[in-house]
Every structure is written in C-alpha cells, then in structure tokens.
C-alpha cells in the first residue's frame, strides 16, 4: 500500500510507520516536529520506501500534493495531551479538530478514500457505562481535547458518507511503551530521578485507568484493516483489565528500587477532565481475532525500563 502517516514523528506515528515499512508499504511521512523527534525517524530514514515532509497540517496548500496517490492515511498528527487543554483553549480545536478537516479535504481533492484515525477513550468523559462500548450514549465532554477528538471524528464520518470514503476510527486508552515522551510513568520516573525519597502525585492516586502497550495497539490497527469492511469502522482499543495510579506507582517505584513518601494533590482528578475511571469494552476489537500481548504491569515496567536506558533523550 502506499501510506501517508501525519504525525510520523510522534511515539505512536513513529511506531506506525516503522511496522507499515518492514511489511512493505511505502510511506510518504508528516510531521511539523512540534512533539515530534528525528531520533525517532532513525529506521525509517533508512528505509528508501519512506519519504519525510516537515508540513503542518493548518498548511492547506501543502496537502493535497503530498496525499495525492495514496491508498489510506493514517492520521495520527495531533495535539495529544489532554492535561494542559484550559492553558490553550483553542488548540485542541486547531490541531485536533480543524486540521483532521484538512487532511479529509486534501484527502477529498486528491482522491483518497481511506483514513486511519486514531481518536481516544477521552471522548467518553465521564462514562455512566463500565466497560465503556463503542455506541454508549452520546457523552457529556469534560475536556477539549476529547471534544476536539469527537468533533475530527463527526466529520471523517461525514466524509465518509458525502464522499464514499471509508474509516477506521480507533478511540486508544493511554499507550506506553518504547518512545514513550509523555504520561503518568515519564513524569514520575523524573520526579524520581531528580528526587528518589518524594513522589508528587496528582489526585489522591485511587484513579482507575486501563492502558495498552503501544505495540499491541499498532497490531491491532493492522488487524482492523484487514479485518474490518464496514463504511466506518469505530473500535475501541484497550486492555481487559484496569489499575489504580497507586498500583502503578508501586510497579514503578519498585522497579526503580526506590521508596519515596507519596504527596498527594487530593481528590479523585488529577486535573480538569482528567476521568477518575477509564475502561474500555473492547470485545468488537476482540472478536476480530486481535488480543493485547502484556498485561498493564508488564507494560509499565517496560516503560520504566525504556525510560531509564533513554532518559538522556528525555525532552
Ligand atoms: N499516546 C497515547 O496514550 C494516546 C492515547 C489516545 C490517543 N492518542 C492519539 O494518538 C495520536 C498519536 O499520539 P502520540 O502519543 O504519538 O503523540 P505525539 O505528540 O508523540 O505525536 C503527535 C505527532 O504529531 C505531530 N503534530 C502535531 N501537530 C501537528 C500539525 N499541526 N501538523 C503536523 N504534525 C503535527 C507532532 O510533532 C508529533 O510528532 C494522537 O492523535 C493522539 O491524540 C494517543
């Protein structure tokens, strides 16, 4: 396939990228390197099937030519950090939401009929369902970052019925793993670092949170491409199981072999639209023959563990 992958330069889009080159697609790559990391480009620099565009995705001019002749895009550029949305009140809507709508106008000029987005179980707020399915009731948004997701989604389903396209729209619990640059474990590795005997903690640390590691989330994208066939096609992506932060905390203070007196910020957000419970039903994605490979430990520990060994690269 010939593949255009936004936000190629990020932890998942990196990730993506490396795994659409080893099974032999091509990949024309966008990033405008706002988070994104050349480091993390080093195997797909390599590689002659990738080509790299330092374009941002508010740059309608650019688009077009460089989507123009492919068979999906994966679209995965975006403002991806959910806590620092109020600081900006318009990014969210201008990464997340209007330049999804560019990329499905470049997308509709240049004749490509298949996007790949990856949206997050953000969009549920506050769910009243546990295991959030796919089709809850339309939720009350408690932050911009998921209305921004749920609006970007809105439109590439109205794309796809204006203009015969065709969608696969993944709503991600927290990922970690390697490449890992923001969350819960990088921000408490370097409190650690910087100080092994205290532990701020945002919340009271009682927040229940599912999280998938990134690889089984990469290969459950590739299996829902081949697998899934609807007009659109919405998956939940996370993990049978859930933590608590205190449950992390122990799994990353113990791999650090560290015993710091926890401070707690208090209540049971860590910050405005933070949701004290996520878990997802993921049993649609389940029954397309695709299953996490590591439980919530191992993955956290895994983090830890690339974290330490990359932490001079830490931005
Ligand atoms: N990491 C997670 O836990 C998680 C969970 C749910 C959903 N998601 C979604 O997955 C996607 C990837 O997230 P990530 O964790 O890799 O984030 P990331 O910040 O590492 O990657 C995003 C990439 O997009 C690029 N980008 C941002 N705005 C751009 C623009 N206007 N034009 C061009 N490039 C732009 C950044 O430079 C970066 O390389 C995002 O859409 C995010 O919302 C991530």
Not at 151 to 176: K, P
Not at 219 to 225: D, G, K, P, R, S
Request: charged share 25%.
């Amino acid at each position: 396939m010939r593949c255009v992958v936004t936000g190629c330069a990020g932890f998942v889009g990196s990730l993506l990228t490396d795994r659409l080159l080893r099974d032999g697609h091509t990949v024309v790559g966008i990033d405008n390197m706002s988070t994104g990391r050349e480091d993390f480009l080093g195997a797909a620099r390599r590689s002659p099937a990738f080509a790299f565009h330092r374009v941002d995705l508010l740059d309608t001019e650019a688009l077009p030519d460089l989507v123009r002749g492919a068979d999906i895009v994966f679209h995965l550029a975006a403002n991806a950090d959910v806590r620092f949305g109020t600081d900006h009140p318009t990014r969210d809507f201008e990464q997340n939401a209007r330049a999804t709508l560019n990329v499905l106008e470049a997308m509709r000029t240049g004749g490509v009929k298949k996007i790949a987005f990856s949206s997050t179980g953000s969009i549920y707020g506050e769910a009243r369902e546990i295991p959030t399915p796919e089709f809850t009731a339309i939720p009350v948004q408690t932050s911009l970052y998921g209305a921004s997701k749920i609006a970007a989604e809105s439109f590439i389903e109205a794309y796809c019925e204006g203009f015969g396209m065709q969608a696969w729209i993944f709503r991600f619990v927290s990922l970690m793993g390697e490449r890992y640059t923001h969350g819960h474990v990088v921000d408490f590795v370097r409190q650690l670092r910087t100080h092994p005997d205290r532990l701020d903690v945002l919340g009271d640390g009682t927040q229940r949170k599912s999280y998938l590691y990134v690889d089984d989330c990469i290969e459950a994208i590739v299996t829902a491409l081949e697998r899934a066939d609807a007009k659109v096609n919405v998956l939940n992506l996370g993990h049978d199981e859930y933590c608590t932060v205190n449950d992390s905390i122990g799994w990353i203070c113990a791999r650090l072999g560290v015993q710091p007196k926890l401070v707690y910020s208090g209540g049971n957000r860590g910050w405005i639209g933070d949701n004290p419970f996520i878990f997802l039903d993921c049993s649609a994605m389940r029954a397309l023959g695709w299953a996490p490979t590591l439980t919530i430990r191992e993955s956290v520990e895994r983090t830890v563990d690339y974290l330490r060994e990359s932490e001079p690269a830490l931005r």
